[in-house]
C-alpha cells in the first residue's frame, strides 16, 4: 500500500511541476510577443504565428497564413511605427486559451490590442490578432 501511495504522490507532484512549466513557457511567450510589438518588429512577432491566424489591423481583415500575417503586421509597422505598448490584461479561459489586450501607441494615434494563444503541438501560438484604433 505504501509503495502505491509513493507512486501516486510521485506522479501529483511530476503533475504539478510540468503544468507549472507550462505556465511559465506560456508567460514567457506573451512577454516576448508584447517586446516584439513593442518594438515593431514584425518578423520576430511572426515566431508566435499559428499556421494561420485571424488577423484584424487597419485595412486588413480576415484569416490568412503566417506569411501573409506577417507582411501585412510589417506594413502596419511602417505605416504605424510603434511610440509605445503597453499590456493592461491577460487572462486564460476555460478551454486553456491565452489571452492578452494591450494599447498600442503610434504618434497620436491608439490602437486597442488583443491576442489569443493556443497549444497548438504543445507551443502557444498566436491564433487571433487585432490592432483596432480607439480614435474611431
Not at 506573451?30 to 491566424?53: D, H, M, P, V, W
Not at 484569416?63 to 491577460?90: C, D, G, L, R, W
Request: glycine share 8%; net charge positive.
Amino acid at each position: 500500500m505504501t509503495t502505491r501511495k509513493n507512486i501516486f504522490l510521485t506522479i501529483l507532484f511530476l503533475a504539478g511541476i510540468f503544468l507549472a512549466a507550462g505556465n511559465t513557457y506560456a508567460q514567457e511567450v506573451t512577454s516576448k510577443i508584447a517586446a516584439s510589438i513593442r518594438s515593431g518588429n514584425a518578423k520576430e512577432l511572426s515566431n508566435y504565428f499559428n499556421q494561420t491566424l485571424d488577423l484584424s489591423a487597419p485595412g486588413s481583415e480576415g484569416t490568412f497564413s503566417k506569411a501573409q500575417a506577417e507582411m501585412i503586421i510589417k506594413n502596419f509597422f511602417v505605416k504605424y511605427p510603434p511610440s509605445s505598448y503597453s499590456q493592461n490584461h491577460q487572462g486564460k479561459s476555460n478551454d486553456g486559451s491565452q489571452y492578452a489586450i494591450g494599447v498600442y501607441k503610434s504618434g497620436n494615434t491608439n490602437f486597442r490590442t488583443y491576442f489569443l494563444l493556443r497549444n497548438i503541438g504543445g507551443k502557444p501560438l498566436i491564433h487571433q490578432l487585432k490592432f483596432e484604433s480607439e480614435d474611431d
